[in-house]
Structures are given as C-alpha cells and as structure tokens.
C-alpha cells in the first residue's frame, strides 16, 4: 500500500529556534509533495508544496528540502514563532488528483 | 478565495440511525472528496468524485455512501451509524492548475464533528 510517513509525531521548539519536521514516501510514482498545515479546531490549508523537478522549495521563513535518491523531504521552519504552533501534513500525489497522507506532525513552539 | 462549506457543524446520531452530512463548493472543482480525521491516523479518504454523478471509493468506504447530485454538492450518508464512526469529517474540492509545474491543492471545508450513541 502507498504510504506517506512522518516523524516526529510530536515536537516542541523554543521561540526563535528552526523546526525541522521529516517526512518519507516509498512510492516511485510519486511526483508531487505538498505540506499542509493544521491549526487546532481549523482544517488543513496549503502552506508549501514541490514537485519532482526541484531540490529546494522556499516560501518565507518555511523551506522544504528533497532527497529524491532516498525519498526523504523535511521541511524547515526558520525563526519558529508561536502562531506556527500547529500540526504539520506532508503528502503524495501522483497526479491523479488523489493525496496520500502522512499522519501529520504536531509542533508546540514555546515562547 | 475558495469557498466549501459543510452542513451540520455538530451532529450528534444514534447507533442504527441514518446519517447525512452535506457539502458544497463554489470553485467550480471537478473534483470532491470526503476524509474523516482521528487522532493518530491523520486523514482518510472515504469516498471521491470526478464531477456530477461520479462517485468512487476511497481507502476506508465501507459504511458509506457518497451521492454527487451537481458540480457544486457532494453528500456522505451513513445508512446506519454506529459509534466507530464518530469523528471528525472533512469535505474538499480541488482541481489541477499550473504554476511553472504542475500543482494541486485542496481546498477543505470547515468541518463536521458527529458523535455516535
């Protein structure tokens, strides 16, 4: 089965530090990786996404990064405040207009 | 903006009773989805649709039905709700669109919270 993994599955960070939060896929097909972002009582909106054909995706102060060799992303988040405080969905499409999901990461920033 | 909107908010059903929660768009998406999130499992596809009166099965479908009556209304129906059900249930649109690459995004509703009895 396609799967979409992520970790930590939890994550606190002081104010000010970088966040950096991974995530993994197995299928091959895959070409399109979006992360999404969560806050509490919310739904899940777009924040960053990369496709294949790039390395590095930057937005701001959120970053993704892709090992495409081990199929491995991660994405940054530079100068974390408080408000990131949220939980983090990275996923997988292969462009059938369907998202594989990971489980999702949820990050507490600490002022 | 895009704009999908989710009726009711809250429902709270009894185990056996039927269940019907509603979604609408107006992105003019060819495609609708209904997910439901538990804590943990993150979310699940249940049930999709390519466009009015298509619908298709996702990665946990049983003990739903979808209906796809227009572009802009997706339903999920419970026939007969029973408490593994309770959760919180999300509807999205989405459609391809290109920026340099191709790109796709979901656009979520707000959410439905049903508690089963």
């Known amino acids: 089965q396609q799967q979409v993994r992520q970790s930590p599955q939890s994550l606190t960070v002081w104010e000010g530090e970088t966040t950096i939060l991974n995530c993994s896929y197995e299928?091959?097909?895959?070409?399109?990786f979006p992360w999404y972002r969560q806050f509490p009582g919310k739904s899940p909106a777009l924040l960053i996404a990369?496709?294949?054909v790039s390395n590095k995706k930057e937005d701001g102060r959120f970053t993704i990064f892709f090992n495409k060799r081990e199929k491995k992303l991660s994405l940054h988040i530079t100068d974390s405040q408080p408000g990131d405080s949220a939980t983090y969905f990275c996923?997988?499409?292969?462009?059938?207009?369907?998202?594989?999901w990971g489980s999702g990461t949820k990050l507490i920033i600490k002022p | 903006e895009a704009a999908v909107t989710q009726s009711p908010r809250n429902k709270v059903a009894v185990t056996g009773g039927k269940v019907t929660l509603s979604c609408n768009q107006t992105n003019n998406h060819n495609n609708m989805y209904w997910y439901r999130q538990d804590t943990g499992h993150g979310l699940r596809l249940i049930h999709y649709s390519y466009g009015a009166g298509s619908t298709e099965k996702g990665d946990i479908p049983d003990g739903y039905k979808a209906s796809r009556p227009s572009q802009e209304n997706f339903s999920l129906i419970l026939e007969l709700a029973t408490p593994s059900q309770t959760s919180v249930y999300f509807c999205?649109?989405?459609?391809?669109?290109?920026?340099?690459?191709?790109?796709?995004?979901?656009?979520f509703g707000p959410g439905t919270r049903l508690t089963v009895l």
């Open positions: 996923a997988a499409s292969e462009g059938n207009y369907q998202l594989i």
């Open positions: 999205a649109s989405g459609d391809l669109r290109d920026w340099g690459g191709p790109t796709y995004e979901q656009y």
């Open positions: 299928d091959s097909t895959f070409d399109y």
């Open positions: 990369i496709s294949l």
